[in-house]
């Protein structure tokens, strides 16, 4: 091979194992300009990536990719795993409809071995893959490569507690760069600190066996005897072995995750001990771009932005998420018993202005959000009303707590629902298109869900100071540029009489598609009334004698089908059809992805003439 690289003319993954270590840092620089240029354009998990380009680079030269399974833990990390296997040509698509995942998927190439949209879950499926992998007699490696932040979240235990003990062929590659979403907090943050340190019992263990190795006589036995007397040779040098080595697995690290010749040493290691090894790798995350170094939580997740400064293309002074934040602020201020949870995420739910202001009743409890719901419950059973801001793809980890811990104990808890509904570019794993579902099938449960920011703060305070029920409020990413904005907000439900013979019920941010679709029916003679909801469940009866006086009723709803609200209505209402959601919603623009749900003015008015058309047949 040529010392001209074009990273767009390799044959990958293949081809990388031809390369000099020379060629591999031009390569990487490529890379990373690639990953700057699309994300700068597309959006997307940029520090991460950029932290794990000399690793996955290692990873693709030691092992034999599909045959060898890599499972990463979470996609963030995994943009440029997609550039090296054979996607770079695709790679300007990223995000966009019709194009590259943001996450892993098995279903876009062979050499994605396990989805990736959520944390700490690569583990136990590697394992899975693994033992699998074993029983067909079939000696290939799987890989797991785990952000230090998933290490947070205890189906990460879960998995390493299995795993240590198995005697498969996996491999954990703990990447560590001390930054997750948010500032990693707890005591394996903590730990892993501790650990990148700990060069000097590697180093040390090494020379002892070289010299006893060319040691005549005793040297042999000697060496024998102290790796028999594994724990008192680590005590010796260390005071105790790692908790990895208790768990069962082979410790090998820290290993400078920017190495690439250090990289390879480390995995060939692993490689050829055939049993489980957990390697901690040491990267700097945003590596390679100074906004993204210096400012690595901003460009976890970032929109479109200005290579040259790092400066974001849109800035919205307001969001949902933000205004949720500084109105649960003014409510602290006079009630001393509310406290704010996070799992993870205080930039992304606007908890920040929370943190800054009531440091001691601000709790983030890590990627954890089973642990977060049941602290709640804790907190609650004590008097104080916790309030639990979380996305609605994560809060679905959290099913059985919410039935378990809060609503049996009719503990009162608030939930702060963001990103409910459609979200846009992050796909199938991000959608918050559950959350009404599986929420509204647990007792003593409230579910709102505002139209605007006025309506936003109404119901946070109805539900922290007046409910006494698990009480969430559901709000969409973004602005309420998307929303309805109205007059008279309201915490129950909004009539518009306009003397049609249809009722369109609906509720939340479609509300205002809603609203526009009844102005181009208007334009063709068709008049509509409407009933906007807010507080959608448990199920009113005024809002049920609403519906049941029209002879066709039609409710829109950005949510899945089964267990959405429009179907606990039709259980007391016989003239309702119902227009939800009953498939996973593929990544794109969130706009375009409304308009194919139907949910855009032009298809709800359109809906609307066709099922009054068939109605009239």
């Known amino acids: 091979m040529g010392n001209k690289l074009d990273l767009f003319k390799l044959n990958l993954p293949g081809d990388l194992k031809k390369l000099s270590y020379q060629q591999c840092d031009e390569l990487a620089k490529q890379v990373r300009r690639l990953l700057i240029t699309t994300v700068s354009k597309n959006g997307g998990h940029l520090a991460s990536s950029l932290g794990t380009v000399e690793l996955t680079m290692a990873v693709h030269r030691v092992f034999d990719s599909p045959r060898d399974k890599i499972v990463w833990d979470v996609g963030h990390q995994a943009y440029t795993h997609k550039i090296l296997t054979g996607r770079a040509n695709r790679f300007s698509t990223l995000r966009k409809e019709d194009g590259l995942s943001g996450f892993c998927r098995p279903d876009e190439s062979i050499h994605d071995a396990f989805i990736s949209g959520h944390s700490s879950n690569a583990v136990s499926a590697a394992l899975g893959i693994a033992t699998a992998m074993k029983l067909n007699g079939d000696d290939h490696h799987t890989i797991a490569i785990v952000g230090d932040g998933a290490s947070s979240g205890g189906l990460f235990y879960e998995g ?69 007397s594994k724990d008192a040779f680590k005590n010796a040098l260390l005071h105790s072995s790692t908790l990895f080595e208790d768990l069962g697995f082979e410790y090998i690290g820290p290993i400078d995750g920017h190495n690439i010749a250090e990289l390879e040493d480390g995995l060939r290691a692993a490689k050829e001990l055939n049993r489980p090894v957990l390697i901690q790798v040491n990267t700097v995350k945003g590596k390679g771009y100074a906004p993204a170094e210096q400012n690595p939580g901003e460009f976890h997740g970032i929109g479109s932005f200005e290579i040259a400064t790092g400066n974001p293309d849109v800035v919205e002074s307001d969001s949902y998420s933000s205004v949720m934040g500084k109105e649960l602020c003014d409510i602290a201020r006079t009630n001393k018993r509310v406290c704010a949870v996070t799992a993870a995420m205080k930039y992304g739910t606007g908890l ?38 979380v996305y609605s793809t994560f809060l679905q980890r959290s099913y059985d707590e919410l039935i378990h811990d809060l609503a049996i104990c009719h503990a009162h808890a608030v939930i702060c629902v963001d990103r409910a509904g459609v979200v846009g570019n992050d796909g199938e794993t991000h959608q918050g298109i559950f959350d009404v579902s599986f929420i509204s099938s647990i007792p003593n449960t409230k579910i709102y869900s505002p139209s605007d920011y006025n309506e936003l703060r109404l119901c946070l305070r109805k539900a922290i100071n ?110 309702l059809a119902a227009f939800t959601i009953d498939y996973f919603v593929k990544h794109g623009d969130c706009d375009v992805l409304l308009d194919e749900l139907g949910f855009s003015a032009e298809k709800i008015a359109s809906q609307v003439e066709d099922f009054l058309s068939d109605d009239q047949t």
């Open 352 to 389: 920040q202005f929370f943190a800054k202001q009531f440091p001691d009743r601000f709790f983030d409890v890590g990627i954890a959000e089973e642990h977060a719901v049941t602290f709640c419950g804790g907190l609650a059973q004590m008097k104080y009303i916790p309030v639990f801001a």
């Open 160 to 228: 390493i507690n299995n795993a240590g003990k198995s005697n498969t062929n996996i491999i954990v590659i703990l990447n560590y760069n001390e930054m997750s979403i948010s500032k990693n907090v707890g005591g394996m943050a903590k730990y892993l600190s501790t650990l990148r340190t700990r060069q000097g019992y590697h180093k040390t263990k090494n020379a002892v066996e070289n010299v006893l190795d060319k040691t005549p006589v005793i040297g042999s036995p000697v060496k024998k005897i102290i790796k028999g």
């Open 466 to 575: 007046e409910d006494d029920c698990i009480a969430a409020v559901r709000y969409p990413r973004g602005n309420e540029k998307m929303g309805f904005k109205n007059d008279k907000p309201t915490t129950s439900y909004s009539f518009y009489n306009n003397g049609g013979k249809v009722l369109i019920v609906t509720y939340g941010r479609i509300s205002s598609r809603v609203m526009s679709a009844v102005e181009i029916l208007k334009s063709k003679d068709i008049s509509c009334d409407v009933l906007r909801l807010v507080e959608i469940f448990p199920i009113n009866e005024s809002v049920a004698d609403i519906i049941s006086a029209y002879d066709a009723a039609m409710f829109f709803e950005e949510s899945y089908d089964c267990g959405s609200v429009s179907e606990k209505y039709s259980t007391v209402c016989d003239n």
